[in-house]
């Protein structure tokens, strides 16, 4: 089980998939991410990408954010977020099945904050839906996307965006990319 860290949903607890099917974010890490934005989620629009249990675009929604969009390819997971989201009653979190990548390459939203978990080995889906952020102005002006990688040297960061600042919590990388 997972827990809401902070806001409307504090201390809720929520299922996550089998381990070999998500890897979830660790609580210190979310609450460091979530801290550091705390002041200007609220109202803001949240996508997360790579899903998993939800457990991220959760705690957006407890924390403020107006609406949430996740994306989670695997169905065991897309099931248990479905689930996730019913016992909690959450209205604003637009859940949908499909590829990241894909989901990117037809979007014509736009997004406050962007959470990248792609999984670790696949630093591809990573740059690539990096690539697809700045070519396709996914990101509003002021945004902020958030990557957890666990190999920053594998990251590659597209013409237009810049890291502005990086964390590491033993094996794991967070950084905050936003415009030039």
Do not use: C, W
């Amino acid at each position: 089980m997972l827990r809401i860290i902070s806001g409307k949903y504090r201390n809720r607890k929520i299922e996550q998939p089998p381990l070999e099917t998500s890897r979830p974010t660790m609580d210190k890490v979310k609450e460091s991410i979530f801290s550091s934005i705390q002041f200007k989620i609220v109202d803001k629009t949240f996508l997360d990408l790579f899903s998993g249990s939800g457990s991220m675009a959760i705690e957006a929604v407890s924390r403020g954010a107006s609406s949430v969009t996740l994306l989670e390819l695997n169905n065991v997971a897309f099931n248990i977020i479905k689930k996730n989201i019913s016992s909690l009653k959450i209205d604003n979190i637009n859940a949908i099945k499909k590829d990241s990548l894909l989901f990117l390459q037809n979007t014509n939203e736009t997004f406050d904050f962007v959470f990248i978990d792609a999984p670790y080995a696949n630093y591809a889906l990573l740059n690539d839906s990096l690539k697809l952020i700045a070519k396709r102005n996914i990101l509003n002006e002021d945004g902020e996307i958030i990557v957890e990688t666990n190999k920053v040297s594998e990251v590659i960061i597209p013409e237009g965006l810049r890291v502005f600042k990086s964390k590491r919590y033993g094996k794991v990388d967070i950084l905050y990319i936003t415009h030039e």
